[in-house]
């Protein structure tokens, strides 16, 4: 079980935690992409993309004996913040239906290019399993 963090007086952030507390076993993701298990691309959209990477995350945890429950951490690469943002109502979409929850510390960085040239974002994950 983890905690989100919020000083007192601020806003709740929408979308993520400011800051995350948790105890256990250590699960870290590398950056998942939005490519399928045969490393093809079925989506050239930011926001297939991203469900994509949220979806390959997932199953990297599973492989761990961990699931969206225990993510603590997550870092997003993105090439365009403005496709990035005009996408957000459909990746908060699928954020919700894959991960359901959002105290999770979260960073967004806009980046000149990812390994992969057909790669819009890249997202790596960290999660606690409780001990």
Excluded: C
């Excluded at 935690?17 to 989506?43: K, L, T």
């Excluded at 967004?108 to 790669?119: F, N, S, T, Y």
Aim: glycine share 10%; proline share 5%.
């Amino acid at each position: 079980m983890h905690e989100a963090l919020l000083p007192e007086g601020w806003p709740r952030p929408k979308g993520y935690a400011n800051g995350v507390s948790a105890r256990g076993r250590q699960v870290f993701v590398a950056g998942m992409i939005g490519w399928d298990a045969s490393e093809r691309f079925q989506a050239d959209d930011f926001a297939g993309q991203a469900r994509q990477a949220l979806q390959n995350a997932l199953a990297v945890l599973a492989a761990g004996g961990a699931g969206p429950q225990h993510i603590t951490r997550m870092t997003w690469y993105v090439t365009d913040k403005r496709e990035y943002l005009a996408a957000l109502p459909q990746v908060g979409r699928a954020f919700r239906e894959l991960i359901g929850h959002y105290d999770i510390a979260m960073a967004a960085v806009q980046v000149g290019a990812l390994m992969e040239d057909r790669a819009k974002v890249e997202i790596e994950v960290t999660a606690v399993v409780p001990d």
